[in-house]
């Protein structure tokens, strides 16, 4: 029975105890931990690296030098690769979308300009092909989807030679669309495979029916024929086509920029944007952000805007 008394004691004095009340020193604890966890998230979002102490006072103020920085550039241009590409290229012109977003971010281009710019992705010595490339002017230059590396990784293999993985790759680059290639029957006979064993009720969704319709798409993109190790591509002969809800095009140039003139350019650019910043895409709880992030980017059209604007936001550092 013992113990009895000094717990009914303790109890009895927290009954009556008068609760600590919360002192400015607390407060100002609380605001330098909040601040150096924002200070570390900013910096290691944008950059990948500890933030500095000096930058605790005000951690998103240095949102906007952080994006003028190198070590950005070089990482979000990586992120960028990897996000329009399932796998490295075997050659670095294959990456053409690692060099053209660097290009971007260094000559604070809109974004559009890396799908529809006056440029080429190209080795920097024509007598090494697998040596390092770089971004030169052209004036017959679609981005980089004119660029031979690229065009020819993804010129697909479909027994016509229509060019439907580029399609696709123009696309998900473009407005990210995503979808998984499958075949309705992996034991299936090569003309069920042709444009006419596409239009199979299995098939006609993704190739014919939808604003995507991939053979539709790969039609106004003309041809890739193979001979031996000699590979060309021919204009189309089809004509104009009515895709993405009912625009006519009739070759790639008009096609990219109906993309890119598209609201699901501008939605997707602050998809890459969440996704570079936080890992993942947006939430419905983030709508907010998310929705001024895509009124940024339409001012400019520059992927900084966007950036920032998720960046900047309070929430980013909750």
Partial sequence: MLPVVPIAGAMLFALTASPKQAGAADNEEDKAAFSERCATRVFGSLVGESAPASAYANPQASVDTLLLDEKFRERFARFINSQFNMAPGAAPTEDASYYMARHVLTNDLPWADMFVGKFDVQPVNAQQPMGEARVVTNANGLGYFRSNAWALRY????????????????????????????????????????????KAQNCAGCHFNNWYALDLVASVLGTVRRNGMDVTFQPSTLGPQSILGGVMVKDDAELVQALVTNEAFDVNACRLAFKYLYGRQETSCEGPVFDACVTAFKKDKKITSALATVAKDPSFCE
């Fill in 155 to 198: 010129a697909g293999n479909e027994l016509a030679g229509m060019r439907l993985v580029t399609a696709y790759r123009i696309m998900q680059n473009t407005v990210g669309l995503t979808l998984t290639a499958t075949t309705a029957d992996p034991d299936a006979k090569p003309d069920a495979l042709s444009a006419e064993g596409r």
